[in-house]
């Protein structure tokens, strides 16, 4: 920059000669022999015969030649006759006048003031203290300099980038060098300031009715940069950086094909040969016309990629060119460290997402080198461009249509937040780059591994040096494999709304069911709104889990199990993390609402034991009184039993939990979770392992809990089956104590466990009972079920209404009552009205049972496939009768957590889910899951349930363990 000169002879018949040295002459390529660079359009172009390059430009290798540009760049050569010179431009042979072609103490001129070639070349005298300056390749002087001495005849009073142009030249087009930095909108940059005129115009001279006169590269690369500086403000003042380059490139579009200066850029035909690309409104290759972005994102790359390992098709080979603040293009480059502002390596393993995460200090920022970066995607001999997304500038960033995509961008800036104070340039602002994503997606309905163009988002953020010189900030980069979220948004919405209605159709048909177990006859009350809400909500998070797990499952094995590109992960998660947040809501709703259920329903132990009579049976014979000799404890000992068998499972939690951390922490199942298609591989044989992905982290967990969970159902079907059924002998202890037990989970509807014994008695000695248990062995005694000459004891039932109308009063008079809790015998100690309550309940459920009260009767019969299947009872039982229907399994468990298995099961995956979002470690979610599980909710289930069966059963809380 300091190198450039131009003088001016200020004299009337002189023209003003425009030299230019070092913003002409950039560091090219190494092309083979034959070839020249073209720093615009980053190729190697064919020299024809007898030329070499020179300073910049390409000129003929003999004095005798001369060198033609044609229009699209392409040179050739031909021999200058006797009495004709070479321009100084190399374009043409200009006859001497007279022929003679002699030039001494003066320079050869011909070019007229305003451009027009002349017809002669003349010899033209150099002004007072000014000289010839160096002699060219053809051995002519072309231009004055100035001699040694101090005094000067021209001196330069519109100087912008070091460049000197003629007065009112450069003014006559608006210049804005104001630049925004956060609210600071009306910043004086010093940089703009000196470079943005200058370099405009001089990239504006490159056009004179559509031919290339002055071929200054530099200049525009300059006003590339200082595009890129704004961060490629499209909409940029009239008077900005990008404005200027948009016009100039719009001048160029406009001169049409068949006289702009067209060339091969980019492997493709159609670009103008001497303006940096920047913006894609303007392009309009031969080949193409990119009309919007769906067309330029949409573009296939022509590459099957692969994930096999060792294969040039397996990974992808990034390119970059770095330009310098000054213009100066250095060679194209492979990505290593270069998108890094802290030198991190990017890993280009073709499937494999790579995140980087950096903390620099402002500081270091401020001694950064200013650069620019375009970035292309070799295949093969073919340079693909990476458009760049430049977040902080759209007006828009949720709609692709509207998005400005460009070419070239930045990683630290420390040369525009600076402004001039007291003559000196003084640094107030910076920018870097907060986080660069190169996103690549597979083209769509094709499963060869093809992939459209990648696209590279950049954000953006200010650093004041005024105020926090001291501190730090954190940098991101990152590389993303995905693929189109329309279909995975559209497959859920269409899943959203089979399964919501299928959960609507649930939530009737149990509410149906509700209303009729709790006889409500009213047509709609509060309590049945909130209860259809609930079973509206649970039976939707049931429904959405197997909506989730089909998802999730569908990316684990697919994505994992592919050799081929065929499935990239989805771009957006938040549709699919947000029902996953609600799944868990609707289940945590569920398992709550059973906490409160295990509290709430009624239970009573039915003694079927009577007194003994003493003496032998004569006239003098005596009876103890009534229910003097009959043991309560059998009564405790069943509530005991039943309290423990309230947290009964049909698997073992605590095992599903050791399994899962067994197969992903020790085995390395969890790596099946990173953003890496692969089947099985350890961290210590890999260089880099990609980050985890929040889809596939709960697909594993669905999977493996789930895996596990139907293997431990199968061994629990065949245990129970073969070798010990916990519910069975709760019911044969029942037989044994002689205990029934009646349970009422709603107003009407409930379950009867029928215990009463056999053999008459269960308080009695060891022989006697084990003599009782021979003859029953032997059949030598009557079978144990409610129905005679069946072993029938467990029933679903739906009891009358005046049954329990009776029940409440009872409940209500003795004070024992949670429904309605209005003691109307005050005096009584608390342990007569609990007497008296048992006493009366008793007596109640007996006569019931035993068909005593003619006004309160049942009868039995079995459920329908329709009430099986729907759990809803459709049949009206005779008025003041109720109905027994015979349970072919243990129905009563739907009050313990071994009837609730399903609830209890997704609760627990989808609580592991929730805590791991966001976690890299399955150890911390699954402790924390097996806490919250297994100490807090099983805890304080079990402490509800024990003062439920101590208040309904009426029983003292201290004799339950």
Not at 155 to 161: I, L, M, R, S, V
Not at 578 to 592: A, D, H, Q, S
Request: hydrophobic content about 35%; overall charge negative.
């Amino acid at each position: 920059m300091k190198n450039i000169k131009v003088w001016f002879f200020i004299c009337s018949f002189c023209p003003i000669i425009i030299t230019q040295d070092d913003i002409l002459s950039v560091p090219t390529y190494v092309c083979p022999e034959g070839k020249y660079f073209n720093n615009i359009i980053l190729s190697c172009l064919d020299i024809a015969a007898n030329y070499i390059e020179g300073s910049g430009i390409q000129t003929c290798n003999n004095i005798s030649s001369t060198t033609r540009v044609d229009k699209s760049l392409d040179f050739t050569c031909s021999s200058c006759g006797t009495g004709e010179i070479v321009s100084q431009f190399g374009d043409r042979c200009v006859p001497c006048n007279g022929g003679n072609c002699a030039c001494e103490d003066g320079i050869m001129v011909d070019v007229e003031l305003n451009g027009s070639p002349l017809t002669e070349a003349r010899c033209d005298k150099c002004t007072q203290d000014y000289q010839p300056g160096e002699m060219d390749r053809y051995g002519y002087y072309r231009r004055c300099v100035k001699c040694p001495a101090p005094n000067s005849l021209c001196p330069c009073t519109n100087k912008q980038a070091g460049v000197c142009f003629p007065e009112g030249y450069v003014d006559s087009v608006e210049y804005e060098d104001r630049v925004t930095f956060g609210e600071n909108q009306n910043f004086r940059s010093a940089l703009t300031k000196y470079y943005l005129k200058g370099v405009s115009e001089m990239c504006r001279m490159n056009l004179n009715d559509g031919s290339v006169i002055n071929n200054n590269r530099t200049s525009c690369q300059i006003l590339t940069n200082l595009c890129s500086l704004v961060m490629n403000q499209y909409d940029d003042p009239s008077g900005g950086p990008c404005a200027q380059l948009k016009t100039i490139t719009s001048r160029y579009s406009s001169l049409g094909a068949s006289t702009s200066p067209l060339k091969n850029v980019y492997s493709r035909p159609g670009w103008f040969g001497h303006i940096p690309w920047m913006f894609y409104d303007v392009i309009q290759f031969s080949d193409r016309v990119y009309q919007n972005n769906e067309n330029i994102l949409n573009e296939i790359v022509g590459q099957e990629y692969t994930f096999k390992l060792n294969l040039n098709t397996s990974l992808l080979n990034f390119k970059v060119v770095r330009y310098s603040l000054e213009g100066r293009v250095y060679p194209l480059e492979t990505v290593t460290r270069q998108l890094s502002l802290c030198g991190n390596s990017l890993v280009k393993s073709f499937g494999t997402t790579f995140e980087s995460k950096c903390v620099i200090s402002v500081e270091s920022l401020r001694s950064h080198v200013t650069e620019f970066l375009e970035l292309y995607l070799e295949v093969g001999d073919v340079l693909y461009p990476v458009p760049v997304l430049i977040t902080n500038t759209q007006s828009d960033i949720t709609d692709t249509s509207k998005w400005i995509l460009s070419r070239r961008f930045f990683l630290a800036d420390s040369a525009l937040g600076k402004a001039t104070e007291d003559g000196e340039d003084v640094l107030f602002y910076g920018r870097y780059a907060k986080s660069i994503d190169i996103s690549v997606k597979l083209v769509k309905d094709k499963t060869t591994g093809n992939i459209n163009i990648p696209l590279a988002t950049i954000t953006y953020d200010i650093i004041d040096y005024t105020n926090n010189p001291n501190a730090e900030v954190i940098t991101t980069l990152t590389t993303k494999y995905e693929e189109a979220s329309k279909n995975l948004n559209r497959d859920l919405n269409i899943s959203v709304a089979v399964l919501g209605s299928l959960g609507l159709l649930i939530a009737i048909v149990r509410t149906v069911s509700y209303r009729r177990r709790n006889n409500i006859v009213t047509d709609c009350s509060c309590q049945t709104i909130a209860m259809f809400i609930y079973f509206l909500l649970v039976s939707c998070g049931y429904l959405f889990y197997w909506m989730i797990a089909g998802v999730t499952w569908y990316y684990l094995f697919f994505y994992n199990g592919q050799t081929v590109p065929a499935v990239f992960l989805p771009g957006s998660r938040e549709p699919l993390l947000t029902f996953v947040i609600l799944t868990f809501c609707f289940l945590c709703i569920g398992r709550l609402y059973f906490i409160y259920y295990s509290s709430t329903y009624d239970i009573f132990f039915i003694d079927w034991e009577k007194p003994r009579s003493t003496g032998s049976g004569g006239a003098g014979a005596t009876s103890d009184p009534p229910n003097s000799s009959i043991s309560v404890w059998r009564t405790h000992f069943m509530a005991n039993e039943w309290n423990e068998l309230y947290s009964h499972r049909k698997i073992n939690p605590t095992l599903q939990y050791l399994v899962f951390l067994f197969l992903t922490e020790f085995w390395g199942l969890k790596y099946l979770a990173v953003r890496q298609p692969s089947t099985f591989y350890n961290e210590s044989d890999v260089d880099y392992v990609a980050p985890y992905d929040q889809m596939l982290r709960i697909g594993l967990i669905t999977v493996i809990f789930s895996g596990t969970w139907v293997l431990q159902r199968i061994f629990n079907f065949l245990y129970e089956r073969f070798i010990s059924d916990q519910l069975q002998m709760f019911v044969d202890l029942c037989s044994l104590s002689n205990v029934s037990v009646f349970i009422l989970t709603d107003t009407i509807h409930g379950y009867y466990i029928h215990g009463r014994s056999v053999h008459g008695h269960a308080d009695v000695s060891l022989p006697e009972l084990v003599g009782a248990l021979t003859r029953e062995e032997a059949n030598l005694c009557a079978k144990r079920g409610l129905i005679p000459d069946t072993d029938q004891q467990t029933f679903e039932m739906l009891i009358p209404l005046q049954l329990r109308t009776h029940y409440d009063r009872i409940m209500e008079q003795f004070g024992s009552s949670s429904r309605n809790p209005n003691p109307q015998t005050a005096g009584s100690s608390p342990t007569e009205r609990i007497t008296m309550a048992y006493t009366h309940l008793s007596r109640l459920i007996t006569s019931f049972l035993e068909r005593s009260l003619e006004e309160m009767d049942y009868t039995i019969l079995d459920r329908v496939l329709v009430e099986n299947v729907l759990d809803i009872e459709i049949r009206d039982a005779p008025i003041g009768k109720g109905i027994l229907y015979q349970d072919m399994g243990q129905s009563f468990d739907g009050v313990m957590c071994y009837g609730n298995e399903w609830l209890l099961c997704l609760f627990d995956i989808m609580l592991v889910v929730i805590l791991d979002l966001g976690q890299s470690t399955f150890v911390f979610s699954v402790i924390l899951a097996w806490l919250i599980n297994e100490v807090i909710l099983k805890t304080i289930g079990e402490h509800f349930n024990q003062k439920n069966v101590a208040r309904k059963a009426l029983i003292d809380e201290r004799f339950l363990l």
